[in-house]
């Protein structure tokens, strides 16, 4: 029976740009099939701008974002966003912060307010300092140092690839650096970086694009200009031998690795890039999928396994450098070497014998759902769009995205790869040190 | 530009909210089918997927037996091998998952709405024809008895098995994790049995939702699923019990830099006058982030990250449980903070504002719940599963509307006095126990 080709279907989500004349660009994309929308202010700074000496700060600061801004106390956001019947979070990624409300429509313009009374100016006070700084010591605790694989691997891979301090540090901090952390610091940074200039502000949802429009002037429009800083360039060469490395987990009871290669610019080189995205869910989305089929099923080598782009798990929100990650978890005395080597032989054969008949339409289809799937919800599609703007200039890149995915072709996959050599593979091991 | 450091004052006026829209249950239909299979089918449009949810009966099954049927449904039928089910699903851009707690077993997927047709034939295939073969029982076997070994190493996970434990004593929701030996001993022929026992239509409800017709989807659904026969063996579970306050169980996890703090409450099934009050209660005490317990023990004190209370709903009973993981050397400091709460709760009526902050919140994240197509799904099937549908929700939004202070401050008094709670704390003994026991009994076990 030859196989059918599902035809890949695409989102044809409006996208209104304007940039204000601070500098804060805004990206609008109006839905009205639910009474819903989302509101995301994402801000050009992320763990790779942290100074030496300040591992973790961006994420601090993002928690300091929630403590009072200009005309509101502390405590007065989360009630103002969670009395209007929404919810809010921020994140700290590698290359952006982002903050983001969603909200029933009828609370769009106090989201706006709330969103603009904090870039105009936080409360930073010393009091909220030293509250958050043991707010985020507890999550480093609850994420990382009191659970088995705690940071594992985009922690602990990181320094393994990297050499130099924006790329290789510890993006959730050390306990000193946390704690020795000023007022003055906090201050400085968001002078330098929370600029209007270096921000973008994403609404989706129910919303009218004129009246939107005004509001988002009448709230942000005298946000004080502030241009944005200069991005460094975080370039680093590629690995020409191979590094490993490997730590003891005193709570894990099973073995683990994970490995990663460097990727094309996910920005400058999309059409080089696209390609090793295919090929990561090629090789482990799924029972059907190569890796999973060899080192679950077959060898019995793992007993799970993942894969994807951007240490973070998504492969449209970072910039270069960036890496293609493999990971497992390994039965009790599994043996690392061989499942390195088994994923060097099955790259090997991918790259020599190419891909089965279907394989790579099969897994484009399973691709576009998940990316259908997440622009569902209005803040998904805010978010996203937001990222894509700061990043690329290219909001509605969002609604063309199943389609490229879809045209990525198996010659191209074949070719990623290829460059999926030992010598460029950075990989570290997790020792069981809790084994019962 | 400077950033203030000081008070200021308020310049300029928080925006005023514009007013609620009504809330809009979405187009559906229902058919029962001659099988017993009940199908709800759900529009929503706005992209072109289609989510499934199908919910089976499943109480007192046995717990390793149905762990691993969970982990194997999917694993091959005579026509197909499971790799070949899993690329019949990727085909159509689809995939299913197969889930068990003690109510039910859970079939879940999403996939283009284009293969709908496809994937609904694919689940009918696997409902009527799994037939659990040796090899690949045995590689997940392993791989299931990996996976609860390294639960048992999470702390989160310990300290719901004490709680669970010590909540429901010799009641089936008492364990809801196999232990890795009775995990070992199932055979395939154990799980084609159960799967012959327990897998059928009758009392099985099958959610669609997404960009469809509804009454084409039921014919759909009708079409693939009639020839699934079977009605046999229902297992009913008995009530759960009510809690039975007393010591506060210290759970020994030496070396934890944190202590994982758990409570469990009284609650009731949604259906109860009393539920949507006493839901308003639980977001005033812990229940989101602009709650008296995050205020005080987060953003307050700093002693925890993300603590919260929720009321869990299950078939034999509901509960209230709040956890928090806490800095060791506040352990108990945090539990005062906890105690204080509640009893402030129980005893002095909250402010108007606070309710009616609580109740927009309430209101609001319904209009959430129900603007994707997934969120639609799980509510959907969630309300099957207590014997709802979805107009109920209009129902609820008006109970909340309606809750006053005095409802808020009578249920508190009901149901959450810290006398009232199980309290299990889990974290390194030998750190806590002393101050812990200043302030109530404590009885220590070990993890």
Do not use: C
């Amino acid at each position: 029976m030859p196989t059918r080709r599902a035809k890949i279907p695409a989102t044809k989500y409006p996208v209104e740009r304007l940039t204000l004349d601070n500098g804060l660009r805004v990206v609008l994309t109006p839905d009205r099939s639910a009474p819903v929308i989302g509101v995301a202010v994402v801000y050009d700074v992320g763990i790779r701008s942290e100074p030496e000496g300040r591992t973790g700060f961006a994420h601090l600061f993002e928690h300091l974002m929630f403590q009072g801004s200009e005309n509101l106390e502390k405590l007065a956001h989360f009630r103002h966003v969670q009395g209007a019947g929404g919810t809010f979070n921020g994140s700290t990624h590698l290359d952006y912060t982002d903050y983001f409300e969603t909200l029933p429509a009828n609370a769009l313009e106090r989201a706006l307010f709330l969103e603009a009374d904090r870039m105009r100016g936080p409360r930073l006070t010393e009091e909220n300092l030293r509250n958050q700084v043991d707010v985020v010591k507890e999550e480093i605790r609850v994420n990382v140092l009191n659970r088995p694989y705690g940071g594992f691997p985009w922690l602990t891979l990181p320094p393994v690839m990297f050499d130099t301090f924006p790329n290789a540090h510890d993006g959730y901090g050390s306990f000193v650096d946390l704690e020795s952390a000023t007022v003055a610091d906090a201050a400085d940074f968001f002078r330098r970086y929370y600029a209007s200039g270096n921000a973008v502000l994403a609404v989706s949802g129910d919303i009218d694009v004129a009246e939107a429009t005004t509001l988002i002037e009448r709230h942000f429009g005298d946000v004080p200009a502030r241009p944005a800083p200069e991005r460094p360039d975080f370039a680093e060469p590629d690995l020409t031998t191979e590094r490993r490395s490997t730590y003891t987990d005193a709570l894990a009871p099973l073995p683990a690795v994970a490995g990663a290669w460097r990727v094309p610019d996910p920005i400058s080189d999309f059409a080089g890039y696209l390609p090793y995205v295919v090929l990561a869910e090629v090789l482990t989305d799924g029972d059907a999928s190569r890796l999973v089929e060899r080192l679950v099923q077959r060898d019995r080598s793992v007993t799970s396994l993942g894969g994807y782009v951007g240490f973070m798990g998504d492969p449209f929100d970072v910039r270069d450098p960036t890496a293609l990650l493999l990971q497992a978890h390994l039965p009790p005395g599994g043996d690392v070497d061989k499942v390195l080597r088994t994923i060097d032989e099955e790259l090997d054969r991918l790259a020599t014998d190419g891909l089965t008949e279907g394989e790579l339409a099969r897994t484009q289809a399973r691709m576009a759902t998940h990316l259908l799937r997440d622009t569902d919800a209005v803040l998904g599609r805010a978010l996203r769009m937001a990222v894509l703007e700061q990043q690329r200039g290219e909001p509605g890149l969002l609604n063309e995205l199943p389609r490229l995915v879809g045209a990525v072709t198996e010659d191209q996959v074949r070719a990623a790869a290829a460059t999926l050599r030992p010598e460029r593979r950075a990989s570290v091991e997790v020792v069981a040190g809790g084994a019962r | 530009m400077s950033t203030s450091t000081t008070a200021a004052t308020t310049v300029r006026p928080l925006p005023a909210l514009r007013p609620n829209r009504r809330l809009k249950v979405p187009k559906q239909a229902e058919r029962t089918l001659r099988n017993g299979l009940t199908v709800i089918a759900v529009r929503r449009s706005a992209v072109p997927l289609v989510e499934l949810r199908l919910w089976m009966p499943f109480g007192r099954a046995h717990l390793a037996r149905g762990a691993m049927l969970a982990q194997t449904m999917l694993a091959g039928t005579q026509a197909h091998s499971a790799t070949e089910i899993a690329a019949e699903l990727q085909k159509v851009g689809g995939g299913l998952t197969a889930g068990l707690d003690p109510d039910r077993l859970m079939l879940s997927g999403a996939g283009l709405v284009t293969g709908l047709d496809r994937m609904l034939e694919l689940l009918a295939e696997v409902l009527t024809g799994a037939n659990y073969p040796a090899d690949w029982v045995e590689t997940e076997r392993d791989r299931l008895v990996d996976r609860i070994q390294v639960a048992q190493s999470q702390p989160s996970h310990l300290a719901r098995t004490a709680l669970l434990k010590r909540m429901y004593g010799r009641h089936p929701y008492a364990v809801q994790t196999p232990d890795p030996d009775q995990v070992r001993a199932v055979r395939p022929a154990a799980l084609r049995r159960l799967h012959a026992e327990r897998v059928h239509p009758a009392g099985a409800v099958l959610v669609v939702v997404g960009d469809v017709q509804p009454e084409r989807a039921l014919d759909a659904a009708e079409q693939a699923l009639a020839g699934w026969r079977g009605d046999g063996h229902v297992a009913e579970l008995p009530p759960a019990p009510p809690l039975e306050p007393g010591p506060l169980l210290l759970v020994d996890r030496p070396g934890s830099v944190q202590s994982s703090l758990r409570l469990a409450l009284p609650a009731v099934p949604r259906t109860h006058p009393d539920h949507a009050a006493l839901q308003l209660a639980n977001l005033i005490f812990g229940g989101y982030f602009s709650s008296r317990w995050v205020e005080n023990i987060r953003e307050d004190k700093g002693y925890t990250y993300g603590p919260h209370s929720l009321v869990e709903h299950s078939v034999a009973g509901s509960v209230l449980i709040a956890g928090a993981e806490v800095a060791t050397e506040v352990t108990a400091a945090a539990l005062v903070e906890t105690s204080y709460e509640l009893g402030r709760l129980a005893t002095v009526p909250p402010k108007a504002d606070e309710l009616e902050q609580a109740r927009q919140y309430a209101l609001g994240t319904l209009q959430l719940g129900m603007s994707t197509q997934a969120g639609l799904a799980s509510l959907t099937s969630a309300y099957a599963g207590s014997g709802l549908r979805l107009d109920f929700l209009a129902e609820h939004a008006a109970r909340l509307a309606a809750a006053t202070v005095d409802d808020v401050a009578e249920v508190a008094a009901r149901y959450l006095a810290p006398a009232r709670a199980i309290t299990v704390v889990l974290g390194d003994a030998e750190r806590v126990a002393d101050s812990l026991a200043t302030l109530t009994p404590v009885r220590t076990e070990s993890a």
